[in-house]
């Protein structure tokens, strides 16, 4: 793929009424067509342009996240939350002519029958009826995002981005952590009302816009519209279940070892952040410095992830250090016309810049495979559960190199990461029960919900004393999680991965070479197949299955009690 800066990536906003236009014309097409080829054609047309929309959206999107007070991206981005439904709905009419085409199966003899299984979701979940709410819900999301960005807090005698609370959050000084918790849930609780209340009209939006679709709630729209192919809410709450019964016991038995291991048996919620007593892991050098160890990593883990890495850093397509007005979090995107990830994040000189370098490398490793192969947007990608493994599991495949950011403090590093990986498993399954409770119980007062949500800490991570925290202590805590706001539904995704990256974790432990050569497999078969499809073709266990979650988390927390005993 040809080198082109990202800063030199040409952005033009797109002419909504031609693309509606190109799109009916297409549909047109399609329900005339008189072959399969036929039908082939005129997806390869859509296909080019939606390369073409999702680019220009795709670089407003990234611009105004770098900076959301620049008032041009800022616009551009309000253009794609008004017009994005629209040219949505017009693909799906595209959608729906295809499905409805008798010739179809030609379609499939293309591209694989999995192509028709997800036209059919997408169709299911949106038409022009719930334009407007799409449009309303996107100025919603935009303006928690704002809010968030726009976040300062005085402290230490600086002013402060919410993720440079981070370093503060886990210092050893239990005093500033404490102060630090503090701090940033003043943030929250000065903005309660508008963050109630911008998280209450999304739950009547969304909830309106599945009511006009023939739903009871928003929960089963929001299973089609993240694509969820072969499997449904049953199997999530087994999922959810198990996490609860076989995991959460064993991650309490890991927090209890970490409390005593710090020397605080009667650990707060402001003592969870700190793993070793002398302080945690933290990577040595700047953000650039860190990116030139990434290099290196990348370079010599194999061949593929050097031209990977090569590519990404001549396109200086990684943006890394947090800086007022930035949006927060991290991500990976696409530019489809260029064939180029972006990854974006917030480094706070935490071990989660490691994190973030090895997690969303993963994301655009895969998507880099995925241009270089020349896949639609529709197959370049599967469902987000396993998208979520190939960048979890690039945490753990990556651990040869950790040294390079760690040095002595490496071991910790692995058993700090290991046990967090296994933490996370109870609080994801956390915001996904307490989003399917919500959305089914929308008469639920502000106070209720976080009442549901301090219920459910008991539940899934009874470890947790608030001691009388701001916000935390409320029960809402939930606020800081922007998927929740941004991304609903999707958090329980990351809990399907991080299962089968733990599985990656055992095999790599095992032999190395094999589980990097699964990975690389994994990776190339992109969008084609399903959830637990690309599980089993992986040589693992899908954890729908009764039973399955225990032997692999129980493998997992013995592996992290003996690093214990070695430190």
Not at 61 to 86: C, K, M, S, V, W
Request: aromatic share 12%.
């Amino acid at each position: 793929m040809a080198v082109c800066k990202f800063s030199e990536m040409k952005y033009t906003r797109p002419d909504v009424q031609r693309v509606t236009e190109a799109y009916r014309q297409l549909t047109a097409r399609a329900e005339k067509a008189e072959s399969g080829r036929e039908l082939a054609e005129i997806f390869k047309e859509h296909t080019k342009l939606d390369d073409e929309f999702s680019t220009a959206a795709r670089l407003a999107q990234i611009r105004h996240t770098l900076d959301t007070r620049d008032e041009f991206y800022d616009a551009e981005n309000d253009f794609f939350d008004q017009e994005g439904p629209g040219v949505g709905n017009a693909q799906l009419a595209l959608y729906r002519a295809l499905l409805a085409s008798p010739h179809k199966e030609g379609l499939a003899a293309e591209y694989g029958e999995i192509l028709l299984q997800k036209m059919e979701v997408a169709a299911a979940s949106a038409s022009e009826e719930v334009l407007e709410l799409m449009q309303q819900e996107n100025a919603l999301a935009s303006r928690y995002q704002k809010l968030y960005a726009g976040g300062q807090v005085q402290f230490d005698g600086k002013s402060l981005t919410l993720p440079e609370m981070g370093p503060y959050k886990q210092s050893l000084d239990r005093a500033v952590r404490k102060a630090a918790f503090e701090a940033d849930g003043r943030f929250f609780d000065d903005n309660r009302e508008e963050l109630d209340e911008i998280y209450t009209k999304m739950i009547e939006n969304r909830n309106a816009q599945a009511r006009k679709l023939g739903y009871e709630s928003y929960v089963p729209l929001s299973y089609l519209r993240m694509g969820r192919l072969g499997y449904n809410q049953a199997d999530v709450k087994s999922f959810r279940d198990q996490v609860a019964q076989s995991v959460t016991p064993l991650a309490h038995e890991a927090m209890k070892e970490q409390f005593a291991r710090i020397g605080l048996p009667d650990a707060k919620f402001y003592d969870t952040t700190v793993s070793f007593k002398d302080g945690n892991p933290i990577p040595q050098g700047t953000a650039p410095e860190l990116l030139a160890k990434a290099v290196q990593m990348y370079r010599e883990l194999s061949p593929e992830t050097a031209r990977f890495i090569d590519f990404m850093t001549e396109s200086q397509l990684f943006d890394l250090e947090s800086r007022p007005g930035k949006a927060p979090g991290g991500y990976c995107e696409t530019i489809p016309g260029y064939g180029a990830p972006f990854v974006f994040s917030n480094f706070n000189g935490t071990s989660g810049d490691v994190d973030v370098l090895t997690h969303e490398a993963g994301h655009a490793f895969q998507a880099w495979v995925a241009a270089g192969q020349g896949m639609c947007q529709e197959l370049a990608n599967p469902g987000l559960e396993s998208c979520e493994i190939h960048s979890m599991s690039m945490e753990f495949l990556t651990s040869p190199w950790h040294h390079l950011f760690f040095g002595k403090d490496t071991a910790k590093y692995a058993l700090a990461h290991a046990q967090e990986a296994l933490t996370f498993l109870p609080y994801g399954c956390m915001v996904d029960e307490f989003q399917h409770i919500v959305y089914s119980q929308p008469h639920l007062t502000p106070d209720e919900r976080n009442g549901i949500w301090l219920e459910l800490e008991r539940k899934y991570r009874p470890w947790n004393d608030f001691d009388g925290l701001p916000f935390y202590g409320r029960g809402a805590g939930w606020q800081r999680q922007l998927h929740v706001y941004q991304y609903p539904f999707y958090y329980i995704d990351y809990c399907l991965a991080q299962i089968v990256s733990l599985q990656f974790f055992a095999a790599h432990l095992n032999d190395p070479k094999d589980a990097w050569q699964r990975y690389l497999a994994l990776v190339k078969k992109g969008g084609g197949d399903t959830y637990a499809g690309l599980v089993k073709a992986a040589g693992f266990t899908v954890p729908f299955e009764q039973g399955a979650i225990a032997p692999v988390a129980q493998q997992v927390f013995d592996w992290v009690k003996e690093q214990n005993k070695k430190l």
